[in-house]
């Protein structure tokens, strides 16, 4: 997959340059030609003529030079790539991105880029989980920079926690999955998926309305890995903060019967996952305006909303060949989770503990059952990121076998 492919990687500073020189080593490998651009601190934790012997190439430091400029423009060296890599991507060059600062080479170029950027962020675990950080984090995400890390682990500076840069063979891999999706050739190319995430909100009158806690985080995890295995996605999302998924096409929706209405226009698909936490019931009559408050409160009556999965998942000619739905319990999880799945007649339930204390709602990790005909497959504690993979991974699977 990175044969021919053409990586512009920037190295800021961070000690995960140290790491760089085994990247650089590893891509070439591959057959992929690595350009790099060093930043004036990237280049005191490695130096540039490692760089450069381990590249085979000339090794770009200055925006101001003379004999660089003439030799190769900081635009043509910006677009002259397949994808552009910041391997390690410090706070402060995340930060200059997401301002649009460019102030030396390397932003400049990250700036002046009309390619596909990755990131694969370093720091210490105070800095990157600090607001500024995520909220420019969130800022990347939402222009389509792609991510890959930070992992959980020992911190240079003696700290433990998430930060660490991902390794080598992740990055690796982030890459050649990126192409492969580029072009078309992962496991489920060729596959149209349907996925819902997030609550729905349903009104109560012109201003008010009852929802749930779902963040959406999982059901756009989940969006996202089947699309980077190669599925046509469709998601159709209640409201959450979570940004779109890059490569997705995304209906926004409010309320359940929206949602439904989304779904069903989404049809035909091969591969159907609810995720979403649809609110069970609805205001029956709403008025268009604010209800004023009075005397007494005013009573709600409130009728049952359409089940999306129980829909989806009823036999007929456009019945998707994998229904997999989610089942949020706080206990019995297991056997609830498989009851639900003979109610609703989905194929497969992705059992989730969400008792006070899991984390579950809308924190990072998840603990989850695949409950499936064969059996009870148990997972360990997760990332949401890493719970969809995993299940991306499964349906490519059941894909190859069954479709
Ligand atoms: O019945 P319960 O809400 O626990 O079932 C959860 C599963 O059913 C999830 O997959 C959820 O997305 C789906 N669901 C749905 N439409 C509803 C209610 C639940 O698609 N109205």
Redesign the pocket.
């Given at each position: 997959m990175l044969d021919n492919k053409r990586i512009l990687l920037i190295v800021a500073g961070g000690i995960a340059a140290v790491k760089i020189p085994d990247l650089i080593r590893r891509l070439r490998e591959r057959g992929a030609s690595v350009r790099c651009i060093i930043t004036k601190s990237g280049a005191q934790f490695v130096t540039p003529l490692t760089l450069a012997a381990l590249s085979g190439d000339k090794v770009y430091q200055d925006l101001f030079s003379l004999t660089d400029e003439s030799d190769m423009g900081h635009i043509r060296l910006s677009r002259e790539a397949d994808i552009l890599l910041v391997a390690p991507a410090t706070a402060d060059i995340m930060a200059k991105m997401a301002m649009g600062q460019a102030d030396d080479l390397a932003t400049t170029a990250l700036l002046a880029t009309d390619k596909p950027v990755m990131i694969a962020p370093s720091m210490n675990v105070m800095m990157w989980t600090h607001p500024a950080t995520q909220a420019n984090l969130i800022t990347l995400k939402n222009r389509a920079v792609r991510v890959i890390g930070p992992g959980v682990g020992d911190l240079a500076c003696g700290e433990v926690g998430d930060g660490r840069m991902a390794e080598v063979p992740d990055i690796l891999a982030a890459l050649s999955q990126f192409f492969q999706k580029r072009q078309g050739q992962g496991a489920l190319s060729g596959f149209h998926a349907i996925v819902?995430s997030g609550p729905t909100h349903e009104p109560i009158d012109a201003v008010r309305y009852i929802a749930n806690r779902s963040s959406g985080k999982q059901g756009h995890a989940v969006a996202t890995a089947l699309a980077e295995l190669g599925a046509s996605v469709t998601l159709i999302s209640g409201p959450t903060h979570e940004p779109d998924p890059d490569g997705v096409t995304v209906q926004h929706v409010e309320t359940?019967a929206q949602m439904m209405k989304a779904a069903r226009e989404a049809l035909p698909a091969q591969i159907v996952v609810?995720?979403?936490?649809?609110?069970?019931w609805k205001v029956d009559s709403t008025p268009g305006k604010k209800l004023k408050k009075g005397a007494t409160p005013p009573s709600l009556s409130l009728s049952e909303?359409?089940?999306?999965?129980?829909t989806l998942s009823q036999a007929g000619p456009q019945r998707p060949a994998l229904v997999v739905?989610?089942?949020?319990e706080t206990d019995n999880l297991i056997e609830n989770a498989q009851l639900?799945r003979a109610a609703?007649n989905c194929d497969w339930i992705v059992a989730n503990d969400v008792s006070p204390g899991s984390g579950a709602f809308g924190g990072d990790s998840n603990t989850v059952h695949l409950v499936t005909a064969a059996g009870v497959e148990s997972w360990p504690t997760l990332r949401k990121r890493a719970v969809a993979e995993r299940l991306a991974e499964r349906i490519a699977a059941f894909a190859e076998r069954n479709l």
């Open positions: 819902t359940a609810c995720a979403a936490a649809v609110a069970d909303n359409p089940d999306i999965l129980a739905g989610f089942a949020a639900k609703k």
